[in-house]
């Protein structure tokens, strides 16, 4: 099953165009989830829709519970997951509502739980590249059949949040190789990379970040208007690329992707000190 995460602007709309829906209340032994798993049709391919932040956008990035939403998608059959996420440019070729296919990323968190298994023992996932590529491809090649900007690449910096960056701060984040800001794509990454899931995030960029100065006395509300208007332009370019990936009908994970094996050499404890009823909560994340 193909899983969708939808951030800042994608949540809703996505669920206003999904049909034949069915949901699901899942609970996790993390908790439950941002919301209920709407199971339905998005255009003429099918899809599990999780919106990250809840009914109302009630979780900020930080109090996003990021475990039970991975854990549930997995637990209800989801391999391969497109997620999407609002963000800042730190260039200014990555203009506002132009897509981004992120490829790498730098965590800044320090407030979320980044792991399922501190209560099981050592496990040391590989992150070198922390996105699908197989699924990143699919993506790149559905890019050709929509009309906008998708840029190939990009280096997400996942800062905690929920304040922005200070100037100072944007201004670091591009000497550091940064292509854009946001603070919801991490520890989702690496929890889909524990759960042995093909990760793949589609960012949408909504404005140019701070190390841009606005000159003059710009109006504050005619600028907010601008963003929110470059989102919503955003949003509906990536549904419709997410439309066209499902819309292939090509198998979007393969068992034989290294995505799907991410568990096996990471795992460092003994199983026989492992507790056993930790273990069976959460074998759903070896399957």
Not at 12 to 31: C, D, H, M, S, Y
Not at 121 to 127: K, N, Q, S
Not at 278 to 285: A, I, P, Y
């Amino acid at each position: 099953m193909i899983g969708i995460i939808g951030g800042s602007g994608l949540g809703q709309a996505i669920i206003n165009q999904l049909t034949e829906v069915r949901t699901e209340t899942v609970k996790t032994p993390f908790g439950s989830p941002s919301d209920v798993i709407r199971i339905g049709r998005l255009g003429s391919g099918q899809a599990a829709f999780l919106n990250r932040h809840g009914p109302g956008h009630c979780f900020n990035p930080s109090r996003v519970p990021y475990a039970a939403n991975i854990f549930a998608l997995k637990q209800i059959g989801v391999t391969a997951l497109i997620a999407s996420a609002a963000v800042g440019s730190l260039r200014q070729d990555y203009a506002p509502k132009q897509l981004v296919l992120v490829d790498q990323f730098i965590d800044k968190t320090f407030r979320r739980q980044n792991t399922f298994f501190d209560a099981l023992g050592a496990v040391h996932c590989e992150m070198a590249q922390p996105c699908c590529g197989r699924l990143r491809k699919r993506l790149q090649d559905a890019a050709k059949q929509i009309h906008t900007t998708v840029h190939p690449a990009g280096t997400y910096v996942c800062m905690e949040g929920p304040q922005f960056s200070t100037r100072a701060e944007s201004l670091m984040h591009q000497k550091w190789g940064g292509d854009l800001i946001g603070m919801t794509a991490m520890p989702e990454a690496k929890l889909a990379r524990e759960a042995q899931m093909c990760y793949a995030l589609v960012a949408l960029v909504s404005d140019y970040d701070c190390w841009q100065e606005h000159h003059g006395q710009t109006d504050k509300q005619l600028l907010l208007s601008e963003i929110i208007g470059n989102l919503n332009t955003a949003t509906d370019n990536a549904i419709s690329l997410i439309k066209v990936v499902l819309a292939a009908g090509d198998s979007l994970c393969e068992d034989t992707c290294p995505c799907r094996k991410s568990l096996e050499m990471a795992v460092w404890t003994n199983p026989k000190a492992m507790d056993p009823k930790t273990k069976d909560e959460l074998s759903v994340l070896f399957r």
